[in-house]
């Protein structure tokens, strides 16, 4: 009895001990954790002294701990702005400058070697070089001051790193000048434009499908009549499958820069404050932090700017000065092509150009692994561009590139113009350097003047651009660029206003080919018809018109529709009450609506039972994940109900018509949504099954993301990839957002501190930020913040101040 006793206690004594030892191990990880998480917590509001500053610089932040930086010179301007972004976006920046020099095997391992090779074959690096000796030393002088600024922060906040650099592993290396001129090539670089997923997918399915409907699947660009420049004057395919699924790895990562967007300008005769009003917001993919940093820059009588800039660079990207106002648009530009080339037998590193073998360049490029060794891989180069055939081992042909992004270009220099322009000349010239990254600029000044710029590098060749070209001769090689003064641009339209949605540039007749994989006009049309709706429009107006969600899409086709199912009389209740839904909609997607959340499926059903039998179950994934193939086919097919594509090919003893598709369709889609709401329709919303989260790129390590909170959401939202304010997702993942507005911006030249902005994260990139995902709601409700711009309101509504002073012991 004594020996159980004594036994029963030392059990006891254990239980306490191991309790108290699994206590303080977790507070231990507690503590442990929560150190990691917060140690890169900047102090905005301690005074700290920078070495190679001249004067003091003042930096107030207000309540979204926005940077409004005031400085005597421009230098130390640039070095108090890269201070200032390392104490945010630190491990942002680092990420990007990897991408731009293909070193992401380092930090996330062997599945990113691949996407490095590609990443190293554009030959970024090699760009910057070029621009740094054809670029004025004003600007120069910004990058190293900018770069000094990124560093002495990395220096002093060595032990108190954001948690990412704790979390994998490494530190950040110094920041030179020119990883702010490979940002160049990252905004650049098209590898995520409409057509390479679209001709991928048509190359493999013209293998698989008729002619006939083949031919009803590439765009007709004659019936999209609503261009960006209405009144303007107008005097093979596995390689790119080999890059896209790289490029793919990168866009994970939450690394998508310029996609779909809009920006419209209204004159003094339209606008209520007699002076112009501009729009824009720029749609990317949705993650955490986002992609774009708010910031405003002063220097008495030389600058005064505020706008978004990437993390990484140090001038204005998008925004207003003193005197204009800008915004930006993909232009959507075709400016990639292919060339087989015709390899010496005996000579494998040679090819052959107007009946010469020319001797290939070769790079070995050593590629760190982590935790891994260092493989050398070989990247050869004909005058074009890359070899990128080997990328898959693609061993029957050898292909090589020719990219714009590979081109001189000045991107830097335009937008450090652009921050200093005061009128539409400046303007102009700013842009003439902005090559590599097509985009439509549009502009507004406190003169009254509006006015839409293509800034744009279209390249001149002859053949078919869809097409893999012969390489053996320099015929089908690009002559050059359109010049400048040959694009497209408008200045004072007499209708008041200009516009852009990535829409058709120009008419039929502009000489010069673009693009074949333009957004579909549904954007366009109902900003124009937004437009019009009122003879003179408010700051109110342009914010209900970015937070429309009525459709111009479903208003085109949903009419047919209902007058096939009108016909059909074998519908059941829950049937026939979806219908009733559908037939009163407005065409508005609200988060309540239940007949957006019909259309919505209908629509992918739709499409599913028209191409599905066709296509077969390998290539269909493919195809239903890229839009724009999907909606062209639909377009087209809305207009000839009596095409081949309506027959179900699988059901031998039955031919099915327009009619029955439509009627399978809705029944199908009725089946879905009971599945997922239930069997009232009363209770089908839009919002229960439409939402988005804000993704950290280690947010997908579930532990990752539950200890440090890398993730936001999920959100319920409105709209789609069709509404003026989007929320896009993919086909394939119904319906999961992962695509909108970036930024929203409102630009008043009557008084600039009556503009407005926001963006759906926030200034700080580390998540245990008070300021990490602070504009989340705001956004989501569809409201603003003020752009603050005079003094007395910036220092009226600071929160944090700090100062930074000359270090004399540096002098």
Known sequence: MLSKLIVMKLLKKILVITFIVIIIAFIGGYIFVNHIATKGLPDYSTDIQLKGLKDKVTIYRDGFAIPHIYAQNDEDLYRATGYVLAQDRLWQMDLLRRVTQGRLSEIFGEDMLNADQLLRSLRIPGKSERIVGKTNKKIILALEAFADGVNQYIESHEDNLPPEFTILGYKPDKWESKHSINLIGYMAWDLSSPSWGAEITLHKLSKVIDSVK??????????????????????????????????????????DIFGGSNNWAISGKKSTTGKPILSNDMHLGFGAPGIWYQIHQHVKGSLNVTGVLLPGAPFVIDGHNKHIAWGMTNVSVDNIDFYVETINPENENQYKLNGEWKDMVIRKEQIKIKGSETIEKEIKFTHRGPVISKFKNIEDKVVSMRWAGNDFSNELRSVYLLDRAKNWDEFKDALSTFIALGQ????????????????????????????????????????????FDSLPSEFNPERGYVSSANNKTVGDDYPYYISYWFAQPSRIDRIREMLEAKEKLSIDDFKT????????????LLPQIISELEKEEKLNPLQDEAFEILKKWDYNLTRKSGAAAIFEYFYVCFVKNIAKDEIGEELYPSFQGNKTLVQFLILDLMKDTESGWFDNINTKDKKENYKDIIVQT??????????????????????????????????????????????????????????????????NKLFDVIHGASQRHIFSTANWSESLTVIPTGTSGIPASDFYCDQTELYLEDKFHSDYFDKESIEKNTKFKMELLPDKNSN
């Open 214 to 255: 083949f031919a009803r699947m590439l765009p007709d660009l004659s019936i999209q009549n609503t261009f960006v420049y209405p009144d303007a004057d107008s005097s093979e395919m596995d390689m790119r499958l080999a890059l896209l699924s790289q490029s793919k790895k990168i866009k994970d990562l939450g690394l």
């Open 440 to 483: 439509n600029v549009n502009y507004a000044d406190i003169d009254g003047n509006i006015g839409l710029q293509a800034a744009v590098g279209i390249p001149v060749r002859k053949g078919d651009p869809k097409m893999l070209f012969p390489g053996e001769t320099t015929e089908y090689d690009w002559k050059g660029y359109v010049p």
């Open 545 to 556: 018109m970015l937070a429309d969600r009525t459709s111009k899409m479903p208003e085109s």
């Open 666 to 731: 809705f029944i199908d889609a009725t089946d879905s949504l009971s599945l997922k709401l239930g069997n009232n329709p009363k209770n089908w919303e839009w919002g229960k099954i439409h939402s988005f989260t804000q993704k950290h790129p280690l947010g997908k390590v579930a532990i990752l993301d539950k200890v440090f909170n890398l993730n936001r959401g999920p959100f319920p939202v409105p709209g789609s990839y069709h509404t003026v304010s989007p929320y896009s997702y993919s086909f």
